[in-house]
């Protein structure tokens, strides 16, 4: 059905709010004022809602810069203007901490393009038997042929591009995921932005790879900038993109990277933060909000492979970070040695559990900075902060709603928001990252 509509706001997606019949529509690409022809169709209880043509155009609204946008669903903002993407994302984060206090004008990106660091690419074929490569559509797995990601690193693009091109001139298959047949599933590849050095990981359904010399050989001639190459096992009927086995084809098989000053050690599945330069924002803030001297004990909970915890380290007494993923450990140990640093632990284990033993044992820590998943924090954790009594909790988030719901508790059991920061992490889709600060009442 075909209804002409008129967008009253924003849902915290992004996507435009309109009224129909009664019921309220969410539009993706539409925007507040505009008026527009949008096709609804009805699944079971909901409706759908697809713009079809905007007939009043709002004056925030662009042309996507990127051809795939509207087909690809991996940004959701480029068809608004930059200014209005920080109007949108700041009203975003006012609203959700209005409980709180006003949080600081938005840290947005100077050069809002070309930022991501990591890339992944799937390959299959065409209905011609072509080989094409590029990023699922939306909820399928109906893979988009994509030639250039406007937000990921052009060199990325362009080492893709060389295996295509040797896929179509060889014998190398595509991984089919219907017939169990061919070879290749994906290509991950990582870039250290300031040290350059380049990571490519094939992801493969065999450990058999037949002419690998001559493939290693041809992406390497036309990419000398590749530092190593991996191939990684995935036999695995998953969407999960990594499997356990690996195999380092050429080079030392990690990468490093520097940030803030530290040289970190990236392997294929670790966690390092996509946008280095806003995250140097982030983590600056963070360490400004800990207000650290040289002698406080400071608690990195959720450490990942120690960034933060090093970071804060230079400014600390001393750093412990705890982290449950025993290989993200080993990397923030090697970090830590990597760059000197005498006085920062880290432990394998459940950071709530670690510290109420602390509190047991009469043991003080002055500032915790927590940094959960998007999914935010638990009970068990928030209490054991509170029955650990830090000065200050620096509380940085990738999801500001269950940053809002776990900043709630904290207030209730004895702390104070003192300042939150939101920081532009992904610029061109709806994601905000954000830092506040906390203190002891």
Same mark, same amino acid.
């Given at each position: 059905?075909? $209804?002409?509509?008129?967008?009253? *706001?924003?849902?915290?997606?992004?996507? *435009? =709010?309109?009224?129909? #019949?009664?019921?309220?529509?969410?539009?993706?690409?539409? =925007?507040?004022?505009?008026?527009?022809?949008?096709?609804?169709?009805?699944?079971?209880?909901?409706?759908?809602?697809?713009?079809?043509?905007? @007939?009043?155009?709002?004056?925030?609204?662009?042309?996507?810069?990127?051809?795939?946008?509207?087909?690809?669903? %991996?940004?959701?903002?480029?068809?608004?203007?930059?200014?209005?993407?920080?109007?949108?994302?700041?009203?975003?984060?006012?609203?959700?901490?209005?409980?709180?206090?006003?949080?600081?004008?938005?840290?947005?990106?100077?050069?809002?393009?070309?930022?991501?660091?990591?890339?992944?690419?799937?390959?299959?074929?065409?209905?011609?038997?072509?080989?094409?490569?590029?990023?699922?559509?939306?909820?399928?797995?109906?893979?988009?042929?994509?030639?250039?990601?406007?937000?990921?690193?052009?060199?990325?693009?362009? @080492?893709?591009?060389?295996?295509?091109?040797? !896929?179509?001139?060889?014998?190398?298959?595509?991984?089919?995921?219907?017939?169990?047949?061919?070879?290749?599933?994906?290509?991950? @590849?990582?870039?250290?932005?300031?040290?350059?050095? @380049?990571?490519?990981? =094939?992801?493969?359904?065999?450990?058999?790879?037949?002419?690998?010399?001559?493939?290693?050989?041809?992406?390497?001639?036309?990419?000398?900038? /590749?530092?190593? !190459?991996?191939?990684?096992?995935?036999?695995?009927?998953?969407?999960?993109?990594? %499997?356990?086995?690996? #195999?380092?084809?050429? &080079?030392? %098989?990690?990468?490093? +990277?520097?940030?803030? *000053? =530290?040289?970190?050690? /990236?392997?294929?599945?670790?966690?390092?933060?996509?946008?280095?330069?806003?995250?140097?924002?982030?983590?600056?803030?963070?360490?400004?909000?800990?207000?650290?001297? &040289?002698?406080?004990?400071?608690?990195?909970?959720?450490? *990942?492979?120690?960034?933060?915890?090093?970071?804060?380290?230079?400014?600390?007494?001393?750093?412990?970070?705890?982290?449950?993923?025993?290989?993200?450990? #080993? +990397?923030?140990?090697?970090?830590?040695?990597?760059?000197?640093?005498?006085?920062?632990?880290?432990?394998?284990?459940?950071?709530?559990?670690?510290?109420?033993?602390? $509190?047991?044992?009469?043991?003080?820590?002055?500032?915790?900075?927590?940094?959960?998943?998007?999914?935010?924090? +638990?009970?068990?954790?928030?209490?054991?902060? $509170? #029955?650990?009594?830090?000065?200050?909790?620096?509380?940085?988030?990738?999801?500001? +709603?269950?940053?809002?719901?776990?900043?709630?508790?904290?207030?209730?059991?004895?702390?104070?928001?003192?300042?939150?920061?939101?920081?532009? !992490?992904?610029?061109?889709?709806?994601?905000?990252?954000?830092?506040?600060?906390?203190?002891?009442?």
């Amino acid at each position: 059905m075909t $209804a002409e509509v008129t967008c009253t *706001g924003l849902t915290n997606e992004g996507k *435009g =709010l309109a009224e129909w #019949k009664g019921k309220q529509l969410e539009v993706p690409q539409l =925007l507040p004022g505009e008026k527009a022809e949008v096709t609804v169709t009805k699944q079971g209880k909901f409706e759908n809602a697809e713009l079809k043509r905007v @007939i009043e155009s709002a004056e925030d609204r662009v042309e996507p810069p990127c051809p795939y946008y509207y087909e690809c669903g %991996g940004c959701q903002l480029q068809h608004m203007s930059n200014n209005a993407q920080a109007g949108f994302k700041q009203k975003t984060i006012d609203s959700l901490m209005k409980p709180f206090r006003k949080p600081n004008p938005i840290l947005m990106m100077d050069h809002p393009y070309d930022y991501r660091n990591k890339s992944h690419t799937t390959f299959g074929t065409n209905q011609q038997r072509q080989v094409i490569g590029g990023l699922y559509a939306q909820n399928t797995h109906e893979i988009i042929p994509i030639d250039r990601c406007l937000i990921q690193d052009p060199k990325a693009d362009e @080492i893709v591009e060389t295996i295509k091109d040797y !896929m179509r001139n060889s014998k190398m298959q595509p991984y089919n995921e219907d017939t169990g047949r061919g070879f290749l599933r994906h290509v991950l @590849i990582k870039v250290g932005k300031v040290s350059g050095e @380049i990571m490519v990981v =094939l992801v493969a359904a065999s450990s058999e790879f037949k002419g690998k010399n001559k493939f290693v050989k041809t992406v390497r001639a036309a990419h000398p900038e /590749i530092t190593t !190459m991996l191939l990684n096992v995935n036999k695995r009927d998953t969407s999960v993109v990594l %499997g356990d086995q690996e #195999k380092v084809l050429f &080079g030392k %098989g990690t990468i490093t +990277d520097t940030l803030c *000053g =530290l040289k970190f050690e /990236i392997s294929a599945k670790s966690f390092y933060q996509i946008n280095p330069s806003q995250t140097e924002k982030l983590y600056g803030k963070a360490i400004e909000m800990a207000e650290l001297t &040289g002698k406080e004990t400071v608690i990195d909970a959720y450490c *990942g492979i120690g960034t933060i915890g090093l970071v804060a380290s230079k400014e600390a007494g001393k750093v412990i970070g705890v982290e449950l993923n025993k290989d993200a450990v #080993k +990397d923030a140990i090697r970090n830590s040695k990597r760059n000197g640093v005498k006085n920062a632990r880290f432990y394998k284990g459940d950071a709530g559990e670690f510290m109420v033993e602390m $509190a047991a044992r009469g043991e003080r820590a002055e500032v915790v900075i927590m940094d959960p998943p998007r999914s935010g924090s +638990d009970e068990a954790f928030l209490s054991s902060v $509170a #029955k650990l009594k830090p000065a200050r909790v620096v509380y940085v988030s990738c999801n500001p +709603d269950t940053q809002a719901r776990d900043l709630k508790y904290l207030v209730k059991h004895g702390y104070k928001v003192e300042e939150i920061q939101p920081v532009d !992490m992904f610029p061109q889709t709806y994601h905000v990252e954000s830092v506040a600060k906390l203190t002891r009442k």
